[in-house]
């Protein structure tokens, strides 16, 4: 590889976790990757100027509009590190540009499946999740036809154990203790609610065309495992690593190829105890309901990902109780009857639905006493 160029870089969303660690892998590695864009939704004004001056790309900006006209850029990859559905036109940007999409924006996926598939390559979406990267990596263990179902890990967040009675008394600052990872106030609280690996179950049945009933949730606190395949004969390949997201960025801005020393490897001459149990579908519905969702299909996961982003919202004003987020997304849910067919599914009816559910979500919240 040292022979050859630096990989042009777009990086979206580059004052949020996954962007300021993929300019850490940047600055680690300056003849595999060059900064040709950044962008930033405008929220570290003076972090995203030091970052322009430090990296001096030859396209900069803030905003949404940035962020698409930066992923239509040429390049040979384009990071999405953005946070919600504000994500999708940039997804949709730079596919359509032909550019790899090294895809950490989760959401634009799930609200714009049918959308985003149309218009991908074969191979043109490099997953950047944690766990749909450890995913990718193990399916090269085998052939599509061999695979009998994916094991999405979760660590169960910082309530793990605890009933659903128990759950209305959590608050907001607890909620924002994710037991390994330090990340922005939506997603650990979706990690807190499980919201976060209910989109990770349609990512993966989107992203490999998995039925989902072949897609399986385990919890497993350590989170060293960040998923597995099962194979038809019974092997089960996993990916295993610290609980950092350090690999998948890397593997995002370099697939097929890794990057050397991108994270310490695990010790092990250090004894540890690993566990694994059962998803409570009780206290922590979202996943079920992602399920619904995501079978349902059409506009119904935007729904589900819209009417969270509201409820998580309220539930940091104090005017939900935590187990109200999930609550209220279903009954969001249970109200929409919208576009169902893939085949005529169009970006305006997916920001319709999302429009639609944050108006009906705010609805119902203001009749709660």
Not at 246 to 275: C, Q
Not at 284 to 307: C, D, M, Q
Request: glycine share 8%; proline share 6%; hydrophobic share 45%.
């Amino acid at each position: 590889m040292n022979d050859q160029r630096p990989r042009d870089v777009v990086i979206l969303g580059s004052t949020g976790s996954i962007g300021t660690q993929a300019l850490d892998l940047v600055r680690a590695n300056p003849d595999r990757f060059r900064v040709v864009a950044l962008t930033a939704g405008g929220s570290n004004k003076e972090l995203f100027e030091a970052q322009v001056a430090e990296f001096a790309p030859m396209f900069s900006g803030l905003g949404e509009e940035a962020s698409v006209e930066a992923a239509a850029q040429p390049a040979d990859v384009v990071l999405n590190g953005i946070t919600g559905a504000v994500g999708l036109r940039p997804t949709l940007a730079a596919l359509e540009a032909g550019n790899t999409l090294a895809l950490a924006n989760k959401e634009s996926l799930i609200i714009g499946g049918p959308l985003v598939k149309r218009v991908a390559g074969e191979g043109q979406i490099v997953p950047v999740d944690s766990e749909h990267s450890a995913i990718a990596q193990s399916l090269r263990a085998g052939r599509a036809e061999e695979v009998r179902k994916l094991v999405l890990t979760a660590s169960g967040g910082p309530f793990r154990g605890r009933s659903r009675d128990e759950l209305a008394q959590v608050t907001p600052a607890q909620a924002l203790k994710h037991p390994n990872f330090a990340m922005g106030r939506v997603i650990t609280t979706n990690s807190a609610t499980l919201v976060n690996k209910g989109l990770e179950v349609i990512e993966a049945h989107l992203l490999f065309d998995v039925p989902f009933d072949r897609i399986e949730v385990v919890v497993h606190p350590q989170q060293y495992i960040h998923s597995m395949v099962e194979f038809t004969d019974g092997a089960v390949v996993a990916q295993l690593g610290l609980p950092t997201m350090l690999v998948p960025i890397s593997m995002g801005m370099a697939w097929p190829e890794r990057v050397p020393d991108a994270e310490t490897p695990i010790d092990w001459t250090k004894a540890a105890d690993w566990r694994f149990e059962p998803l409570d579908d009780v206290a922590f519905p979202a996943v079920a309901l992602a399920r619904e969702a995501g079978t349902r299909a059409g506009t119904h996961p935007a729904v589900y990902n819209a009417a969270n982003e509201v409820c998580v919202d309220a539930f940091h004003e104090g005017r939900i109780p935590f187990p109200g987020i999930v609550d209220t997304i279903a009954e969001v849910m249970a109200a929409h009857s919208g576009v169902r067919s893939e085949s005529s599914l169009t970006i305006e009816d997916v920001l319709a639905a999302d429009a639609w559910a944050r108006e009906e979500a705010t609805r119902i919240l203001e009749t709660r006493p």
